[in-house]
């Protein structure tokens, strides 16, 4: 079956522009997960969703940054106002019910920030 | 705050011998404890869990031990093969679904 996708691979943008970052998670999964990985380094939390609501938006960098998910399916991360700093792989994950159980992750966005 | 770290940042072993991986974690409130292993280009794998009310669980050729008593965590690999040089992670969580990484290892295995 289907796993984790995201769209698109590879972005680079100029500093200043919006972006959007999609995620199609496993059908049926309800958890939904966003990280961030600079070169090197570890994943960064950003934000989960269980459904559609996301209860812990606590690990989004700034307020350039946000996230939907609509029908409990596809999410979109939003960067607005991109910063050189935000060059980094973006990933995304889901699970099938959340708490306590593996996550699946796909292969990721790598985004460079001119 | 929340840490989850890691002792050695690079592990080189040979092909067939076993390898052991540490991570310390700060979260005294964790309860549910994970390896992932990332290989370059793709997202991270999940390869085995345990949560807090165990010290040992066994899965194929990987056995992760938690020692609460000091905070920490290790992943052993036995009779490692090439295919399993990655960087790896652990990760934690509290109560919830917030996972907070470790830095990784990375782990070479010679031939």
């Known amino acids: 079956g289907a796993g984790v996708s995201q769209s698109p691979s590879n972005k680079v943008t100029e500093k200043g522009k919006d972006v959007e970052l999609r995620c199609d998670p496993i059908s049926g999964h309800t958890a939904l997960y966003w990280y961030r990985q600079s070169l090197g380094q570890g994943l960064e939390f950003l934000i989960y969703f269980q459904g559609n609501s996301a209860p812990d938006k606590s690990g989004l960098p700034s307020d350039r940054f946000s996230a939907e998910r609509t029908g409990g399916s596809v999410s979109t991360l939003t960067i607005q106002r991109t910063q050189q700093e935000d060059s980094a792989v973006y990933l995304c994950?889901?699970?099938?019910?959340?708490?306590?159980?593996?996550?699946?992750f796909g292969p990721g966005t790598r985004l460079t920030v001119l | 705050g929340e840490s989850v770290g890691l002792h050695l940042p690079t592990l080189s072993v040979q092909e067939g011998d076993n390898s052991i991986i540490n991570c310390a974690y700060s979260n005294s409130a964790s309860d549910y404890f994970i390896w992932y292993k990332q290989e370059s280009g793709k997202g991270p794998q999940f390869i085995i869990d345990?949560?807090?009310?165990?010290d040992k669980r066994q899965g194929q050729r990987v056995t992760v031990l938690l020692n609460k008593t000091v905070k920490h965590l290790s992943l052993q690999i036995a009779a490692t093969q090439p295919g399993d040089s990655a960087v790896y992670f652990c990760?934690?969580?509290?109560?919830?679904?917030?996972?907070?990484f470790g830095a990784g290892t990375r782990l070479f295995v010679k031939a």
């Open positions: 990760a934690d969580q509290e109560g919830g679904f917030k996972t907070i």
């Open positions: 994950a889901s699970s099938l019910q959340g708490a306590s159980n593996e996550q699946f």
């Open positions: 345990i949560r807090s009310n165990m």
